[in-house]
């Protein structure tokens, strides 16, 4: 048996960078699997589907082929072979995903493959449903969230950072919206498990965050 730890949590509560240290830390894969959404929502959009069209979303991705490659412990998600990675990372795929990943055929996709990953290695896995759909048996589940107002300064930040404009207010409402959507979707919507480790990060920082994982990991190991 694999130790598999499953991180789930709404946009911008840090999950990515949490779940990479301590896959890090631990010497476990990373598996993010928003990005594999991303990859989805990409093909989507270059094929000009109409994003609230089920039959049709359902058609397109009988032709999308997502899979996974490491490269020195980085995660690399291809897209029928191409390497998508540096193309998914905007706003506009991640809204696309929010929105295509409400479809069974889009998530059944992607179950099966986080699934067989989950069968051959150690790792921590990051999304939403992973605690409560993915890998209802995770070794460990942690629910990490934060306030709104909390993720909107983090996500302010970034684009600061990158000497990009921002619209605080405009970023919490987006982030708002994306909470809404993927906790009331019909099918997997994001949800704390029974069994998951709730920790609210709002008042913590990334290494308090990370320590408190990994204290819950050493009692699982
Ligand atoms: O985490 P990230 O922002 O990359 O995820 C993009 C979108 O993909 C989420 O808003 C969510 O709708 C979807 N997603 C999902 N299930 C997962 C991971 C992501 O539905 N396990």
């Known amino acids: 048996m694999y130790m598999n730890i499953a991180i789930d949590g709404p946009a911008g509560a840090g999950k990515s960078t949490i779940a990479r240290r301590v896959a890090k830390e631990l010497g476990y894969l990373y598996v993010d699997t928003g990005a594999m959404y991303r990859a989805i929502a990409l093909f989507l959009l270059r094929s000009g589907v109409d994003l609230s069209d089920e039959d049709a979303v359902s058609k397109q ?3 999308c082929h997502v899979s996974l490659r490491y490269r020195e412990g980085q995660q690399e998600v291809l897209l029928n072979g191409e390497d998508v990675s540096g193309l998914i990372r905007t706003e506009e795929v991640g809204n696309a ?3 295509s990943s409400i479809y069974p055929k889009v998530r059944d996709q992607l179950t099966c493959l986080q699934r067989e990953l989950a069968a051959q290695e150690n790792l921590v896995m990051d999304g ?9 048996h995770a070794s460990l589940k942690i629910y990490l969230t934060a306030s709104a107002k909390t993720r909107a300064l983090r996500r302010a930040k970034e684009y600061e950072a990158q000497g990009k404009a921002f619209d605080l207010e405009q970023i919490q409402r987006d982030i708002e919206e994306r909470d809404d959507r993927d906790m009331h979707r019909k099918i997997s919507p994001l949800a704390q498990a029974k069994d998951a480790v709730r920790i609210d990060s709002s ?19």
């Open 128 to 136: 939403r449903d992973i605690g409560t759909t993915v890998l209802p």
């Open 97 to 99: 995903a929010s929105a």
């Open 203 to 221: 008042q913590m920082s990334i290494d308090q965050v990370v320590e408190r994982i990994l204290q819950l990991a050493e009692e699982e190991i």
């Open 61 to 63: 991705v009988k032709d």
